[in-house]
């Protein structure tokens, strides 16, 4: 049923979001995030680094992702803004505080649009003919674009960012058929091989259930795991679009999430049932030896099933695709929630008479086609993606408990069950994460998060004193001890490549983040600015916060 376009003027003539998006639009967009190019691989992955013992990988990755999902539905529907993953830190924390935590949410957002345009291609490049004709990737393994795929990738790009700028009505639009066609396409490859390929006896080879043990299934959650069950948060992103955020977003959230973990859980057995047993007899270095990027046409073309290895590849560009749409729009959002508390350039914050945030939308093309730059491949980057996104997750739990407490008279349509126990478990969770990620990886990140400072000092510098809003300083203070904090821990831990101690014993070190982070949690939730405060940035944000009336 066609939606009733409302105005981008509010009675004050200033422009807003077009609150356009229903339950299942919503709903829609975090699915579509969570199936993505991660589905194609993160099977193959988890199964290479766990065993069989990946399936507790997929596990416990959703139930540390529910937990933080249920934290931001609550989140979302108090406080339903764009780019919400920002303006939650910045309403606890103030203006720094939400720059801190909307540059790690825009850093992952605007790195994975690029990334999975790149995947499309490079499942692509599979096909023969697409091979010899189009001449997307260099040779030689690099699986960097040549001139040709550059040409391509920007085609995508351009197309992403024509819909993003016709307005998040199309963008809903365009995605729920995208979304449907994902979604039936994994269960029909788990399907078709359970039925037609399926060995109970590879859920005991190679080394019996779980070869490498419990550090397997842990190192395993970086590698790919995580990564394909990100993406809930988006529409917490679009909240500022909602039609009736305080009923829809939480639903949404926990609906996609339910499904989106159902999904990767059946095509994890398929894939393991369905892989020869003479691959596994020794170990998992090596389950699938053709097709690696597209390993579930392969199994498919194995079991008699070539038709289906067809759709796959189909799927293989169409998924990435759809994910590359969403994150284009979602980093745009966050962009433009740093832009209206000025903690970059104001011009980020402003709105076409679409209703559209068109500054914040041409900055993730423009860095988008940075990113399509000879950087290390698709999975090399899903490490780095992981632990930024993880980086941003952790925001969520200690901004809800500091707005629970600060801003206690708010009405919250959704409240997470057990808030001041799920809370703390989910940020350190997510330093979890973190820490599984390894030293390799989170030092980069870091890096990155100091170049974002050193924009912040610049965006303030070339400000009107007028337009600054005042930075407290003591409310972050946690937030540089905790970055530094699990920088050392994971230099003296056991997971990654390179430039670990592995200093920290087996378990103690997990023991060790669990401890350190409720340490930080309790003293970051002190430190919070004042109810006064956040009642003051509340009333700035009174005009999105609250549904236009149709």
């Given amino acids: 049923m066609a939606e009733r376009v409302q105005s981008a003027t509010s009675g004050s003539g200033t422009r807003q979001l077009h609150r356009s998006v229903g339950f299942y639009g919503l709903m829609f967009v975090s699915l579509g995030s969570i199936i993505g190019s991660g589905w194609l691989?993160?099977?193959?992955?988890?199964?290479?680094?766990?065993?069989?013992?990946?399936?507790?990988?997929?596990?416990?990755?959703?139930?540390?992702?529910a937990?933080?999902?249920?934290?931001?539905?609550?989140?979302?529907?108090?406080?339903?803004?764009?780019?919400?993953?920002?303006?939650?830190?910045?309403?606890?924390y103030g203006v720094l505080g939400g720059f801190a935590g909307g540059w790690v949410a825009w850093l992952q957002a605007v790195a994975l649009a690029p990334?999975?345009?790149?995947?499309?291609?490079?499942?692509?490049?599979?096909?023969?003919?697409?091979?010899?004709?189009?001449?997307?990737?260099?040779?030689?393994?690099?699986?960097?674009?040549?001139?040709?795929?550059?040409?391509?990738?920007?085609?995508?790009?351009?197309?992403?960012?024509?819909?993003?700028?016709?307005?998040?009505?199309?963008?809903?639009?365009?995605?729920?058929?995208?979304?449907?066609?994902?979604?039936?396409?994994?269960?029909?490859?788990?399907?078709?091989?359970?039925?037609?390929?399926f060995h109970p006896g590879n859920f005991s080879a190679g080394g019996g259930f779980a070869p490498s043990g419990a550090h397997g299934v842990f190192a395993a959650l970086p590698v790919g795991v995580v990564f394909a069950?990100?993406?809930?948060?988006?529409?917490?992103?679009?909240?500022?679009?909602?039609?009736?955020?305080?009923?829809?977003?939480?639903?949404?959230?926990?609906?996609?999430?339910?499904?989106?973990?159902?999904?990767y859980l059946l095509l994890e057995i398929a894939f393991i049932g369905a892989l020869d047993p003479a691959s596994i007899v020794k170990n998992w270095d090596n389950p699938i030896t053709q097709g690696s990027f597209g390993p579930y046409a392969t199994l498919a073309t194995l079991a008699g099933a070539g038709w289906l290895a067809y759709i796959l590849y189909a799927d293989a560009f169409v998924s990435p695709a759809g994910t590359g749409l969403l994150y284009l729009g979602t980093s745009s959002r966050i962009?433009?929630?740093?832009?209206?508390?000025?903690?970059?350039?104001?011009?980020?914050?402003k709105l076409s008479v679409r209703g559209v945030p068109v500054w914040s939308i041409v900055l993730s093309f423009v860095v988008g086609e940075i990113m399509f730059l000879p950087?290390?491949?698709?999975?090399?980057?899903?490490?780095?993606?992981?632990?930024?996104?993880?980086?941003?997750?952790?925001?969520?739990?200690?901004?809800?408990i500091?707005?629970?407490?600060?801003?206690?008279?708010?009405?919250?349509p959704y409240r997470a069950p057990a808030g001041n126990v799920l809370a703390p478990a989910g940020f350190a969770a997510a330093n979890l994460i973190i820490y599984w990620t390894g030293f390799d990886t989170t030092w980069k990140i870091m890096?990155?998060?100091?170049?974002?400072?050193?924009?912040?000092?610049?965006?303030?510098?070339?400000?009107?004193?007028?337009?600054?809003l005042p930075v407290d300083w003591k409310a972050v203070a946690w937030v540089p001890v905790w970055l530094a904090g699990m920088v050392l821990i994971d230099w003296l831990g056991r997971y990654g490549d390179t430039g670990e101690l592995k200093a920290l014993p087996e378990w103690w070190d997990l023991l060790a983040v669990i401890v350190f982070s409720l340490v930080i949690f309790y003293w970051a939730v002190s430190l919070a600015v004042s109810g006064d405060k956040v009642r003051a940035a509340i009333e700035r944000e009174t005009e999105e916060l609250v549904p236009e009336r149709i």
């Fill in 447 to 468: 890096v990155a998060i100091v170049v974002g400072f050193v924009l912040f000092l610049i965006a303030r510098a070339t400000t009107k004193p007028a337009d600054r």
């Fill in 229 to 263: 069950l990100q993406g809930f948060e988006q529409a917490v992103q679009l909240g500022g679009e909602s039609r009736n955020p305080q009923k829809d977003i939480s639903r949404a959230i926990i609906t996609a999430m339910v499904i989106g973990t159902i999904v």
């Fill in 67 to 92: 937990t933080l999902a249920l934290v931001h539905a609550e989140l979302g529907a108090a406080y339903p803004m764009a780019g919400g993953t920002a303006r939650f830190p910045a309403l606890a």
């Fill in 375 to 400: 950087f290390p491949s698709w999975q090399d980057l899903v490490e780095v993606i992981t632990s930024a996104t993880a980086l941003m997750y952790a925001f969520a739990p200690v901004s809800m």
């Fill in 335 to 349: 962009s433009y929630a740093m832009g209206k508390e000025r903690a970059l350039p104001k011009q980020l914050g």
């Fill in 115 to 197: 990334v999975e345009v790149e995947a499309s291609l490079q499942y692509l490049d599979n096909i023969t003919w697409v091979k010899q004709h189009l001449n997307l990737l260099h040779s030689g393994g690099s699986e960097t674009l040549t001139a040709s795929g550059f040409a391509w990738a920007t085609v995508l790009m351009l197309v992403f960012t024509v819909i993003n700028l016709v307005g998040v009505k199309l963008l809903s639009e365009s995605n729920t058929a995208t979304v449907i066609w994902k979604v039936a396409v994994p269960v029909l490859t788990v399907v078709v091989l359970l039925s037609l390929r």
């Fill in 41 to 65: 691989l993160g099977a193959l992955k988890a199964a290479k680094v766990a065993g069989p013992a990946s399936l507790l990988s997929w596990i416990l990755t959703a139930v540390i992702m």
């Fill in 402 to 412: 500091a707005l629970r407490k600060r801003d206690p008279e708010r009405a919250r």
